[in-house]
């Protein structure tokens, strides 16, 4: 884990390789829960469906009042609820339970990890501090944070990364380290 630009998928996929693990970004995560044929991947098409119908709106919207289409994020966002129970699927197959696993800059927040890694006894009342339990049989045990960064440096290394084509510019940039330093 860590801010943008901070290395994290470059070491990643550089651990995974030397381990052998399989390493998951969050695009891996979205595309695993799409291709589930069970209850929970007809959850995630129709959640992506409806994502999707709102964006087309938004653009529609958005052309009809002459605006700039760059402005509106054209990628639907799964609810964080969704990628949580995708990822626990994930997390509990043979091969992260085997081998392990390298998860690339997600999850993104403490409350992230409460949903993926945490699970809830539905006995036990809401303010029961014993109503939440690690889920030990996908825990990591490890994790690698990349936090000793300045925003100056951070900015300065994305610039060395930006092409056309990708979110390294320094308005995404902005957002991101804005949102990384919030949840984190």
Do not use: W
Request: with cysteine; charged share 35%; net charge negative.
């Amino acid at each position: 884990t860590g801010p943008p630009a901070s290395g994290k998928t470059y070491l990643s996929k550089r651990l995974a390789i030397l381990f052998n693990l399989p390493h998951y970004t969050i695009i891996d995560i979205v595309n695993y829960g799409l291709n589930l044929t069970d209850e929970l991947g007809e959850e995630v098409k129709a959640k992506m469906d409806e994502l999707k119908e709102k964006i087309k709106e938004e653009l529609e919207a958005e052309a009809e009042a002459k605006k700039k289409k760059s402005e509106v994020d054209t990628t639907p966002r799964l609810p964080d609820e969704l990628l949580h129970k995708i990822l626990k699927r994930m997390l509990k197959e043979n091969i992260c339970r085997n081998r392990g696993y390298i998860l690339d800059g997600y999850p993104r927040s403490h409350q992230d990890c409460d949903g993926v890694f945490m699970d809830i006894d539905e006995t036990k009342e809401e303010n029961d501090p014993d109503r939440l339990k690690l889920s030990a049989e996908i825990i990591p045990n490890r994790i690698i944070k990349l936090d000793n960064y300045t925003d100056d440096f951070l900015f300065s290394r994305a610039k060395e990364m930006i092409s056309s084509n990708n979110h390294y510019n320094e308005e995404g940039m902005n957002r991101r380290i804005k949102k990384y330093r919030l949840l984190n």
